[in-house]
Every structure is written in C-alpha cells, then in structure tokens.
C-alpha cells in the first residue's frame, strides 16, 4: 500500500513496528539510526517516516529537518518524551503526527494510514466493497443509493472504514475526528448510533461494537 521507512534504535520495537506494517499491507524499512537516511530518502523513496527522537548520532529533530528538506513524505514521531512542549516542536518541526510511547500497534497502525491519506500516500477514496466513500465530494454509495451524512458522521464514517477490520476505541476516534482525547465518549456513541441508522436503511450492519473496546467496521452480519 505504502513504503514506511522505520528510524528506531531499540530492537524490539523496530522488529514489531515493522512486522505490524508488513502485516498491514505496507512495505517496511527499518534502520536503528539515521546515519543512511540520505540514501533511503532517494533509494527507497518513503511515502512515510516513522522517526524516534532519541537515537545515536544524530537525533530526531536533526533528522525530521533533513526530511522535510529533501520532501513531502509524512512523518509521524514516535518516542517515550511526553512532555507537551516537546509535542508542540515536533509539529512545529513539521512532524504529521505525535505518538507517546509505549504504544498499541494499532493505533500506530491507525495513525500512519490516517498520515497517509493526508499527504496522498494511499487513495483518498475508499471503497470497501459494499460502500464507496468520497470525502472530497462528500459522497457516500451503498448499493447504488446515495446516503446523506453530516460533516461528522463523515469523518467518522471516513476513519472508520479507511482502517477495517480494526478496532478502534472511542480515544482513537475523539483524537481522529473531534481533535481532541478528553471528552465525553457518549459523543462517540451519539454519532455512531446515528451513522448507523443510515447505513442501516440501505443494508445490513457495518459498524461493530467490541464491548469494552470500541468499534470496527467490517462487513458481516448484524450482532
């Protein structure tokens, strides 16, 4: 789907980053420092970079530098520094996104594909076969009939379905479609349940909920 290019010094981490990515469609790279990041930069050519900040050599910040020098690939950051002026520098560095170790895969998993969409390293329409999604037009289809969604429920609907099969807490889905993390998740569950009613009018179930976790969309039957 994608080339991810992984700067990670610890091992485990790296191993499992890269293993998830493969696992999800994407074509990994995985290097322990950045001291080849020139070369990968031209030779690999990354849709996106998942970039520590602590690393031998040069750190992450030098190296977010060098990226956003050389193109346009997206970068999402990903380090045990927490505190919030060191998040604000990263974006301010020109960094897509932000994720605070230790950290679940699939929300990493997550916030790469949602990465790149925003930066054209995957398609902006989605299709899943039962439903076609068109964020720029604001189209949603499903079985030919055209369903009318608020500008919420699109996103939300967007997100949802541009990582099936996965699920998604209601942290997640605050974070990627309200832009925030603390608030009230009976926002999620509102809007969820108004999404569902109108897809629910032209087929069967699309939206999952996994008690105690969040939601998936995946296409099978009604629970």
Request: charge should be negative; include cysteine.
């Amino acid at each position: 789907m994608a080339r991810v290019l992984v700067i990670e010094d610890a091992e485990a981490i790296r191993v499992a980053v890269e293993t998830a990515l493969t696992g999800a469609g994407h074509e990994a790279l995985a290097r322990a420092d950045g001291t080849e990041l020139e070369q990968d930069l031209v030779r690999f050519h990354p849709d996106l970079v998942l970039l520590d900040l602590r690393l031998p050599g040069r750190d992450g910040f030098a190296l977010l530098e060098l990226i956003r020098a050389h193109g346009c690939a997206g970068v999402v950051i990903m380090t045990a520094r927490d505190a919030v002026g060191d998040r604000v520098h990263g974006l301010r560095c020109g960094a897509d996104d932000y994720v605070v170790k230790p950290f679940v895969l699939e929300e990493l998993l997550a916030r790469v594909d949602s990465v790149l969409r925003r930066t054209g390293g995957l398609p902006a329409v989605v299709d899943t076969g039962e439903l076609v999604l068109d964020p720029q037009s604001s189209s949603v289809l499903r079985g030919g009939a055209r369903i009318e969604l608020t500008s919420t429920e699109l996103r939300l609907l967007d997100y949802l379905a541009a990582h099936r099969g996965r699920v998604l807490s209601k942290t997640q889905l605050l974070d990627a479609v309200w832009g925030y993390q603390e608030y009230d998740p009976n926002l999620v569950e509102v809007h969820v349940s108004a999404l569902r009613r109108k897809l629910e009018a032209h087929g069967p179930r699309l939206v999952h909920t996994v008690r105690g976790s969040g939601y998936v969309f995946r296409a099978e039957a009604a629970e």
